[in-house]
Structure formats: structure tokens, C-alpha cells
């Protein structure tokens, strides 16, 4: 047996890693081949998208991509990379503190070869390793399916100085596309398909003819496609927070990629030639992953993001390729449309088992008994939704974002 400090890992399996680009390309076969059997496959855990972001961002980060082995064949793979991790310790939407550490960052979807509970023990205790050599400050799985035998070894394995103490459970959810867009409707309720149908008149009757919804797919149209984002984003509550649209080296590198695979697929709503509302998606397999999206506040009374979704559904039911639409985490009124599958995940942190990290846990584990007391408290009164409102008014007032349009 091999014996690492904390696990005996039998002879018959082995852990290789690959930290530069060669090894990376040295194991790409097995990568693909991997994830092609997955029965859900995503983007991020793309070789050709991890790659694309490792380059974008440069030195300050590295690649770490674990292949496990058992009597010298592939058996698993958890698809990491080394970075500098700023987490928030929030009080609601405010950050407190905002740490700085060195994170190896497991990849959302990079968890391939459906792994058992044996191959996950010996995966998680690698990664824990990796932290007592000082490789990084924390492990951070990136929304795992809860209930999962990774999720379940990832909360039991540490000790209770470095595990999770607060769990945010997130939704993840995707809708089926059928054949006709009369079709999906049907599936909705009556009051939204009534919403729906006021606003479409509402916006044809104000702008008759120059309402156009334009999907962008190739290399050569992502600075427009970019532009108009990037106007719409500006004024938006999600840019207030730091999460809105960047047409930056990195994000450029990524939609270049997602294009040169016949990925792609960037939609944005114009008014009058004035963009007004954009959702970003990629073509994966059989699913629409949508990305990001964001309409500007200016056009809210026209419901324009909902607006947008609709004209995207409607163009997805004439691809026989597409099964689903998959909105990704969290929930949302806008997001209770057709045929829903829904599931649970989470993100999980494993702290170093050194001095600092052990302190960042321990604020960040209080931080959010706070945060869980005061949002049980605001929930009792029937605030929340109010609160929400009132501060995201509040970040779209500090960040109004530019008058200019955007020639097309």
C-alpha cells in the first residue's frame, strides 16, 4: 500500500496530476472521452473552455487536474485549478471583509467518471494534501448535487475546525423545449401566458416593426454582440455588485471558443437599434446552458428580459437538437416557465488546517449564523422581498451606466 499521512491508498489505484499545459494535452483523449460519458455533461468541464480560461487569466492561475487510476486505467477525474480567491464575508448584501486566499477551485461539472464512493474518498483526500503542503488555503467545490457521494465526503471528511458549517443550498433548474413554441405555452400557467401575451403588446403597439431579437454566434460578431451587453449591463443592480457583464481579455477569450465550437449562441433584444436586454448561452450537447443575462432598468415597464427569454424559446423549439434550456443556480419568478426539473446543489469550502485559513472559517461560519438569524428574522415579518428590492433600487441609482447608444 501507498501511504499518504491520513489515507492508505491501496496499490492498485494511483493518482497522477497534470499542472501544465502538456500534461493537460497529454491526458485530453481521456478527458474527452470522460466527459462524453457523462450522463450530464457541461460546459465548464470542457477541456477546450478550462484551457481557454487558465490562459485568459494568466499567471495567477494554475492548472490542477487529477486523473485517478485503478490498475492502469482511468477511473476518474476532478478538473481543478490553483488561484487567488477573494471571499466576501457578507452582512446581506454588504462585504465585511474581504479576504484574500489561495484557492484550488474544483470546477463546476469537473467531477468526471461518475465516481463511487471508494474513488471520491481518495479524490477528496488528495485534495486535503494539497493543503497541508501549502499548495493552497482552500478547496472549493463548486456547487455540488446535494445528497451526492461527493457532497456527502466532502462535509464528513474534514475536521470541524476546516469543514462547511453553513450550507447554501441553491436551485438548480432546466425546462424541456418541445417541437412548437403553441406547445410550451400550453405548458405554462394561464396567468403567465397572459403576462406574456399583455407585454408583446404592450412593446409592438409602442414600437410597431422595430422590436428585432438578434442572436450572435460567430467570432467575427463578438465585439458587437460584447458592446450592446456591456451598455445594457452598466445599469444594472448585478453590475452594482461586481457580477455584471465585462467585455474583458477573459470574456473574450471564452465566447471565442464557444463560437469556434458552434457553441455560441448570444441573443440580444433591440428597440429602436437601442439594446435593451441580453442573455448569453452555449449549445452543449442536447441543453442550452444560459450564462448570463441582464436587461437594462430603463425598459423594465415593457418586462423586456422576460420578453427576450420567450423570443429565445420560441427560436430554440425550431432546433431539433435542443432538449433543454438550462437556467443554472438560484431561483426566480422569471424562471417558472414549462416543463421544470429541479434539483439542490451547494458549494462547499475545505479550509487548510493552518492558523489563517482556520480564522477566515471561523469568521465566515459566524458571519453566516448571522446572516441565517437576521434573514429568519425578516422572513417572520414578511420583508425580504421588500429588503431585496430597496437594495438593489439603491445599487441601480449609484450605477446609472451611460445614455450612449450602441450602433449596430
Known amino acids: 500500500?501507498?501511504?499518504?499521512?491520513?489515507?492508505?491508498?491501496?496499490?492498485?489505484?494511483?493518482?497522477?496530476?497534470?499542472?501544465?499545459?502538456?500534461?493537460?494535452?497529454?491526458?485530453?483523449?481521456?478527458?474527452?472521452?470522460?466527459?462524453?460519458?457523462?450522463?450530464?455533461?457541461?460546459?465548464?468541464?470542457?477541456?477546450?473552455?478550462?484551457?481557454?480560461?487558465?490562459?485568459?487569466?494568466g499567471d495567477d492561475v494554475q492548472?490542477?487536474?487529477?486523473?485517478?487510476?485503478?490498475?492502469?486505467?482511468?477511473?476518474?477525474?476532478?478538473?481543478?485549478?490553483?488561484?487567488?480567491?477573494?471571499?466576501?464575508?457578507?452582512?446581506?448584501?454588504?462585504a465585511l471583509l474581504k479576504p484574500r486566499l489561495t484557492c484550488l477551485t474544483v470546477v463546476y461539472g469537473g467531477v468526471l467518471g461518475m465516481p463511487a464512493s471508494q474513488e471520491c474518498a481518495l479524490l477528496i483526500h488528495h485534495l486535503i494534501e494539497a493543503l497541508k503542503i501549502r499548495q493552497a488555503d482552500l478547496i472549493q467545490f463548486n456547487h455540488l448535487r446535494i445528497g451526492s457521494t461527493l457532497y456527502q465526503l466532502?462535509?464528513?471528511?474534514?475536521?470541524?475546525?476546516?469543514?462547511?458549517?453553513?450550507?447554501?443550498?441553491?436551485?438548480?433548474?432546466?425546462i424541456e423545449i418541445p417541437g412548437d413554441i403553441d406547445q410550451f405555452l400550453r405548458t405554462c400557467s394561464k396567468n403567465r401566458r397572459k403576462h406574456l401575451m399583455r407585454y408583446l403588446r404592450k412593446l409592438e403597439d409602442k414600437y410597431p416593426g422595430r422590436v428585432q431579437m438578434?442572436?450572435?454566434?460567430?467570432?467575427?460578431?463578438?465585439?458587437?454582440?460584447?458592446?450592446?451587453?456591456?451598455?445594457?449591463?452598466?445599469?444594472?443592480?448585478?453590475?452594482?455588485?461586481?457580477?455584471?457583464?465585462?467585455?474583458?481579455?477573459?470574456m473574450r477569450m471564452l465566447l471565442t471558443v464557444a463560437a469556434r465550437k458552434n457553441w455560441l449562441r448570444f441573443d440580444v433584444l433591440y428597440v429602436d437599434e437601442e439594446p435593451c436586454a441580453f442573455r448569453y448561452?452555449?449549445?452543449?450537447?442536447?441543453?442550452?446552458?444560459?450564462?448570463?443575462?441582464?436587461?437594462?432598468?430603463?425598459?423594465?415597464?415593457?418586462?423586456?428580459?422576460?420578453?427576450?427569454?420567450?423570443?429565445?424559446?420560441?427560436?430554440?423549439?425550431?432546433?431539433s437538437t435542443i432538449k433543454y434550456f438550462d437556467f443554472g443556480f438560484g431561483g426566480g419568478e422569471h424562471k417558472e416557465w414549462g416543463v421544470r426539473e429541479c434539483w439542490q446543489e451547494a458549494s462547499i469550502s475545505i479550509f487548510a488546517t493552518r492558523l489563517y485559513p482556520v480564522i477566515i472559517n471561523i469568521?465566515?461560519?459566524?458571519?453566516?449564523?448571522?446572516?441565517?438569524?437576521?434573514?429568519?428574522?425578516?422572513?417572520?415579518?414578511?420583508?425580504?422581498?421588500?429588503?431585496?428590492r430597496k437594495w438593489r433600487n439603491l445599487l441601480q441609482a449609484?450605477?446609472?451606466g451611460s445614455k450612449c447608444r450602441v450602433g449596430r
Open 1 to 57: 500500500m501507498k501511504k499518504g499521512s491520513d489515507i492508505q491508498i491501496p496499490d492498485e489505484w494511483r493518482i497522477v496530476v497534470a499542472r501544465n499545459f502538456e500534461e493537460i494535452e497529454a491526458i485530453r483523449p481521456i478527458w474527452e472521452q470522460m466527459q462524453r460519458n457523462e450522463p450530464l455533461p457541461v460546459p465548464n468541464a470542457d477541456i477546450d473552455r478550462y484551457l481557454s480560461v487558465i490562459k485568459a487569466i
Open 214 to 250: 438578434v442572436t450572435y454566434t460567430r467570432v467575427d460578431e463578438l465585439e458587437e454582440a460584447m458592446n450592446a451587453a456591456a451598455r445594457i449591463s452598466s445599469g444594472t443592480y448585478q453590475d452594482g455588485l461586481g457580477h455584471g457583464f465585462v467585455p474583458d481579455a477573459r
Open 281 to 319: 448561452a452555449l449549445n452543449c450537447g442536447n441543453t442550452c446552458f444560459g450564462m448570463q443575462t441582464a436587461y437594462s432598468p430603463e425598459w423594465r415597464e415593457y418586462n423586456v428580459g422576460t420578453l427576450l427569454f420567450f423570443r429565445l424559446v420560441e427560436s430554440l423549439c425550431k432546433d
Open 363 to 388: 469568521l465566515r461560519s459566524s458571519m453566516s449564523s448571522l446572516n441565517a438569524g437576521l434573514h429568519y428574522i425578516v422572513q417572520k415579518i414578511g420583508s425580504v422581498g421588500w429588503i431585496k
Open 63 to 94: 492548472p490542477y487536474v487529477m486523473l485517478l487510476e485503478h490498475n492502469n486505467c482511468p477511473a476518474a477525474m476532478i478538473i481543478c485549478r490553483i488561484e487567488k480567491h477573494q471571499l466576501e464575508l457578507k452582512l446581506g448584501y454588504k
Open 398 to 400: 449609484k450605477n446609472p
Open 154 to 174: 466532502a462535509r464528513k471528511i474534514p475536521n470541524v475546525l476546516t469543514r462547511d458549517h453553513f450550507i447554501k443550498a441553491d436551485p438548480h433548474l432546466r
